[in-house]
């Protein structure tokens, strides 16, 4: 992995705001006080409760969003004026599109995004994600388009691919080869991805770098996986797999913010409520187990 910086992050901070709006004065930060770099040819993934910042987090890198606080730079540049045509976001909105469930072959419509400019890399995705060209976008499985969809988004020469939950229904076979192709692309073209998911399975040895977020903050800054023994334990002879550390950080941040609702220090959640609508307290040990890094 070379040593350059693909994306930096300085001092960003980032609260939603109506549509053509200011953020309310009220709103809560999506995202707080963000620093990191990430190099060219890591892959990053981004662990996190919903609601953790993940999505807003990709939204800004993919220039989505207009800054309001911060600087974020991906090779060097500012992507909300000026896109890089190398960077890629995948997210899960484009398979909800009406545009995209039209009675059209796929051929036509990879030709229609610029496939024939790049036919060794299409064909090669047609084959690991299992596309027939010959499929009506209408009249596939969501899992289906879902596929098409990567190709598309896939098939130019990308140096930063920001991926926003698109594995999930996937089928597993299909997952395997995609982060097969993904991680072959960071090791022999340099190209960096981040990833924000929920399915941990079979992930273990695709990231380089992970980081765990709550609450719009980094509560562990992107870190070299696996991570340090000492960081679970001094005894630790093993690194915990990636779905028993997101067990425990996500149990740890639930059990954490029962807390700061009971302490008031911040507005109680949609919670469990008795037949009067009164929100029910919660101590946060009866509801839980104790997770910690074995399960
Ligand atoms: N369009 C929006 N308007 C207002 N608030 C929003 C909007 N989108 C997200 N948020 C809020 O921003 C915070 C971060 O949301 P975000 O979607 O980035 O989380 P996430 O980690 O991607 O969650 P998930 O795992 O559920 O996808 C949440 O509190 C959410 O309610």
């Known amino acids: ?15 939603h705001a109506p549509p053509g709006g200011r953020p309310l004065a009220s ?9 990191c ?23 800004l890198l993919a220039g989505k969003r207009m800054l309001q606080q911060g600087d974020v730079r991906v090779f060097g540049k500012d992507v909300f ?18 545009g ?10 990879l030709n229609s995004v610029g496939g024939h400019r790049h036919q060794e890399r299409r064909n090669h995705l047609l084959d690991i994600l ?19 969809q990567l190709v598309m988004g896939l098939m130019g020469k990308w140096d930063l691919l920001l991926l926003d939950e698109v594995t999930v229904d996937l089928d597993v076979l299909v997952r395997h080869e995609l982060l097969l192709f993904l991680k072959e692309e960071t090791v022999k073209r340099g190209a960096t991805i981040v990833y924000a998911t929920h399915i941990f399975d ?11 977020m709550r609450d719009g903050s980094f509560v562990l800054n992107p870190s070299p996986w696996p991570l340090d023994l000492s960081y679970f334990s001094p005894n630790g002879t093993q690194t915990p797999t990636l779905h028993s550390i997101a067990l425990k950080w996500l149990s740890d941040d639930r059990r954490l913010r029962i807390k700061e609702e009971k302490e008031g220090k911040r507005k109680q959640s949609r919670g469990a409520r008795d037949a009067l609508g009164t929100p029910i307290p919660r101590d946060g040990k009866t509801f839980f187990h104790n997770y910690d890094y074995s399960h």
């Open 81 to 98: 004026k000026d896109y890089p045509d190398n960077l890629v976001y995948l997210g899960t909105e484009w398979a909800m599109n009406a």
């Open 37 to 59: 770099t990430i190099a060219k040819g890591s892959i990053l993934l981004l662990v996190g409760g919903n609601g953790a910042g993940k999505s807003t987090l990709l939204y």
């Open 130 to 148: 299992d596309v027939d060209l010959d499929w009506h976008m209408h009249a596939i499985s969501d899992g289906e388009r879902r596929r098409v």
């Open 202 to 212: 079979g992930l273990n040895d695709f990231p380089t770098h992970i980081s765990h």
């Open 1 to 15: 992995m070379s040593s350059e910086i693909a994306v930096s992050i300085k001092d960003l901070s980032y609260t």
């Open 100 to 109: 995209v469930k039209r009675d059209i072959v796929v051929s036509d419509f």
């Open 27 to 35: 709103a809560t930060p999506a995202l707080r006080d963000l620093n």
